[in-house]
C-alpha cells in the first residue's frame, strides 16, 4: 500500500486478535493493493487475480504471528510477491497485451500507455516487481529488500537496471523518462 493508504493499526491489531470483522475489513483495504502487485510482475489479469487471492488467504490465515501490526504493509508485500513469483514459475507464456484495458484517454495517451506496458513486460520479473512496489506502493528500498530477503544495494540496483531498460525502451516519451528520474531523486 502507498504509505499514505496504510490500514489503520488498530484495523490490523484488532485483526490480528481474531476479530472476523477486522479480518474481511483488512481483506476489502488490502485487495486492491495486493492485485496490483501481483499484476506488476505476472501482467496477466486471471494470474494476478489467483496470486492476490492466494496472498490474501495466507496473509489472513496466518495474521496473528503478525509481530508488530506497524508491519502489516511490508508483511503483507512479502507474500504478495513470493506468491506472485509462484505463479509466474507455474503460467505457460502468451499474449498480455489482450489483459489491458481498452483506455477512455487520447489516442496518444493509450500509445504511451502500451509502449510503458511492453516495456515493462521486458523487465524481469524480480525488477518488474521492485518498479511496482517502488512506484504504485511507495516503499523504500530498504522495506523491498525485507520483502525480497535480499540487501538494500540489491534492490537499489535492481531499480537502477530497471530505469535504464525502461529509459532505453521510451526513449521517444521523454515525458516518462523524467517521471522515472523524479521519483528516483527523491529518495
Known amino acids: 500500500?502507498?504509505?499514505?493508504?496504510?490500514?489503520?493499526?488498530?484495523?490490523?491489531?484488532?485483526?490480528?486478535?481474531?476479530?472476523i470483522d477486522a479480518v474481511e475489513a483488512l481483506l476489502r483495504f488490502?485487495?486492491?493493493?495486493?492485485?496490483?502487485?501481483?499484476?506488476s510482475i505476472v501482467r496477466d489479469r486471471n494470474?494476478?487475480?489467483d496470486a492476490a487471492q492466494e496472498a490474501c488467504a495466507a496473509a489472513f490465515s496466518s495474521i496473528r504471528?503478525?509481530?508488530?501490526?506497524a508491519a502489516f504493509s511490508v508483511w503483507f508485500y512479502r507474500i504478495v510477491v513470493r506468491e506472485a513469483f509462484?505463479?509466474?514459475?507455474r503460467r505457460k507464456p502468451?499474449?498480455?497485451?489482450?489483459?489491458?484495458?481498452?483506455?477512455?484517454?487520447p489516442f496518444t495517451s493509450a500509445i504511451v500507455r502500451l509502449d510503458v506496458l511492453r516495456?515493462?513486460?521486458?523487465?524481469?520479473?524480480?525488477?518488474?516487481?521492485?518498479?511496482?512496489?517502488?512506484?504504485?506502493?511507495?516503499?523504500s528500498s530498504v522495506?523491498?529488500?525485507?520483502?525480497?530477503?535480499i540487501a538494500d544495494s540489491s534492490v537499489r540496483f535492481h531499480l537502477m537496471q530497471a530505469r535504464r531498460r525502461l529509459e532505453r525502451s521510451l526513449a521517444d516519451h521523454r515525458d516518462i523518462g523524467c517521471e522515472i528520474r523524479t521519483r528516483q531523486n527523491a529518495h
Open 65 to 69: 504471528s503478525l509481530r508488530s501490526s
Open 143 to 149: 522495506e523491498i529488500a525485507e520483502i525480497f530477503g
Open 47 to 49: 494470474v494476478a487475480e
Open 119 to 139: 516495456a515493462l513486460e521486458k523487465l524481469p520479473p524480480r525488477q518488474r516487481a521492485a518498479v511496482g512496489l517502488y512506484y504504485y506502493a511507495q516503499l
Open 94 to 105: 502468451g499474449p498480455w497485451l489482450s489483459d489491458v484495458p481498452e483506455s477512455a484517454t
Open 1 to 19: 500500500m502507498p504509505m499514505s493508504e496504510a490500514p489503520p493499526e488498530p484495523l490490523v491489531s484488532a485483526a490480528r486478535t481474531g476479530s
Open 86 to 89: 509462484a505463479q509466474e514459475r
Open 30 to 39: 488490502a485487495w486492491p493493493h495486493a492485485f496490483r502487485i501481483a499484476f
